[in-house]
């Protein structure tokens, strides 16, 4: 399986914030999101083939039962299910972070499914790559489909306030009653930004979303393997 890294941290985002975690992070992304291009490039162009019987045995190193399948996009990888399974069989709880542009294939095994769609504020401004991006970045079918299948969060990057209206259109075509507390709002940068937090803070007061902090870029800066 083509890994970009494995390391042991805390979650830093959405609702089990804080738990320790093993993170899986696979290699290779189906998108080109504006605010992710550099990072994504300089950290994780490198990979390794690693078998998933090592994957798990690193795993098992660490005192938790927490594991987060993390990218790029890990459902891009052909042995996902496999490794799910792996892992479920071993009684870990498994979150995947994905954009919700593939669908979940069956038999994949998944706790929490972190999906963030990403909104017109992720189009790079690259014509061409952005061409791709906006063929991709949104798939209500396959977003309804990882919902009604697992226990789910949604996170959205929020770049200024036109974004709000533009989560609730993907919301109300999703067709489903979700919670409104399921739908997060996480402010977009590498630092956190207390004065964009402030407007998000009260979106979420209006409407009951919840706020999206990134606790490990408090505690660590914007570092790899964090
Ligand atoms: S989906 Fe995630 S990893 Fe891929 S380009 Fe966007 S922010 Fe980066």
Not at 31 to 60: A, F, G, H, M, V
Not at 93 to 117: D, F, N, Q, V
Not at 182 to 189: A, N, S, V
Request: include cysteine; charge should be positive.
């Amino acid at each position: 399986m083509k890994i970009s890294e494995i390391f042991y941290s805390i979650q830093g985002e959405g609702r089990l914030t804080g738990v320790p975690s093993v993170f899986i992070r696979t290699f290779g992304c189906n998108l080109k999101c504006k605010w992710c291009d550099t990072i994504y490039e300089k950290w994780y162009s490198d990979w390794q083939d690693i078998p998933i019987d090592r994957i798990i045995n690193s795993i098992n190193k660490y005192p938790t039962k927490y594991v987060a399948i993390t990218g790029g996009e890990p459902m891009l990888s052909e042995e996902i299910q496999e490794l799910t399974c792996s892992l479920a069989s071993l009684g870990k709880h498994i979150t995947i972070e994905t954009s919700g542009t593939i669908p979940p294939r069956g038999g994949l095994k998944c706790s929490l499914a972190s999906i963030s769609p990403k909104l017109s504020n992720s189009i790079p401004d690259n014509p061409e790559l952005a061409k791709l991006h906006n063929q991709k970045r949104i798939n209500i079918d396959y977003i309804r489909e990882w919902i009604d299948k697992y226990e789910y969060q949604l996170k959205f990057v929020i770049c200024d306030e036109n974004d709000i209206i533009e989560i609730q259109n993907i919301i109300s075509n999703i067709k489903r009653k979700i919670p409104p507390e399921k739908i997060l709002l996480m402010p977009e940068g590498i630092v956190n930004n207390n004065k964009q937090g402030n407007y998000i803070v009260e979106f979420c007061k209006k409407h009951g979303y919840s706020y999206c902090n990134r606790l490990h870029i408090d505690l660590f800066g914007n570092k790899r393997g964090t």
